[in-house]
């Protein structure tokens, strides 16, 4: 799977999120820029993403996923 196919598969699941992805074969970092979901705790931001990735974890085509959660704010502050 490559890091394009993570990014538009999670931004078109998940209206509104911005994703930054970068890694390549089966192992992904993905920066993942919303309002919506830095305001959720920890393990819910998770959730929300995995819900989508997880067909892909359960076959091998990816295997490793860190991710990262900003609010637009924070994003446009962290340059």
């Not at 930054?20 to 393990?43: H, W």
């Not at 892909?56 to 860190?66: D, K, L, Q």
Request: aromatic share 8%.
């Amino acid at each position: 799977m490559q890091a394009a196919e993570v990014k538009n598969l999670l931004e078109e699941k998940l209206p509104g999120v911005q994703v930054e992805v970068e890694g390549e074969g089966c192992n992904f970092q993905l920066n993942v820029i919303s309002d919506e979901l830095a305001a959720l705790g920890p393990v819910k931001r998770q959730q929300q993403i995995y819900a989508h990735l997880n067909p892909w974890i359960a076959n091998g085509s990816i295997h490793a996923v860190t991710m990262k959660f900003f609010s637009s704010t924070d994003w446009a502050q962290r340059a």
